[in-house]
């Protein structure tokens, strides 16, 4: 089975902090995501991954850098937390094929909150 | 710009019975579309994947259907359980992978 893992369930931060949140796939996919989810807006996408050490911008991606070192993880830094940024945030990895792109296995979540 | 709608927003029905969840999207250019599961609080388990050359697929008492020419695809959840209450999310795949989600369908299966 594939497994995404995520560093945290619950993470409380103070505004201004740098926050990391981790992210492990065990499948040697190559697409990596973040996705914030908020009530009323549904799930945005922030950044993703083809490859090592390659980014892109999703739809929201202000206030928010990613690193990709390693092909089984995606790192996701909220560079100084706002109060803005308190949401559920979800992993989730892909593989690509000869259709295109394959199923995207999603993380438990992370549930950020910033006081 | 890709849009995901899903109809209706919320349904309640009495267990054992089957039922339709929408989900329609303004842009035909999809790689595949995606139906999720989320109970409240967690992650998203994926249900079926349709590539875009499909027209359906089906797992166990789940159908999902594709149709890519009119924006269109249903959840068919035959014989529903309690179990089966959750919010039920499809989302299309873009370029570059990502994914276009909807706001969902929040289901509940009375005992």
Known sequence: DVKVTQSSRYLVKRTGEKVFLECVQDMDHENMFWYRQDPGL???????????????????????????????????????????QTSMYLCASSSTGGAGYNEQFFGPGTRLTVL | ???????????????????VLNCSFTDSAIYN?????????????????????????????????????????TLYIAASQPGDSATYLCAVCAQGGKLIFGQGTELSVKP
């Not at chain 1, 991954?49 to 991606?61: A, L, Q, R």
């Not at chain 2, 710009?1 to 039922?19: D, F, R, W, Y």
């Open chain 1, 42 to 84: 549904g799930l945005r996408l922030i950044y993703f991954s083809y490859d090592v050490k390659m980014k892109e911008k999703g739809d929201i991606p202000e206030g928010y850098s990613v690193s990709r070192e390693k092909k089984e993880r995606f790192s996701l830094i909220l560079e100084s937390a706002s109060t803005n």
């Open chain 2, 1 to 19: 710009k890709q849009e995901v709608t899903q109809i209706p927003a919320a349904l309640s029905v009495p267990e054992g019975e089957n039922l």
């Open chain 2, 33 to 73: 579309l995606q139906w999720f599961r989320q109970d409240p609080g967690k992650g998203l388990t994926s249900l079926l994947l349709i590539q875009s050359s499909q027209r359906e697929q089906t797992s166990g008492r789940l159908n999902a259907s594709l149709d890519k020419s009119s924006g269109r695809s």
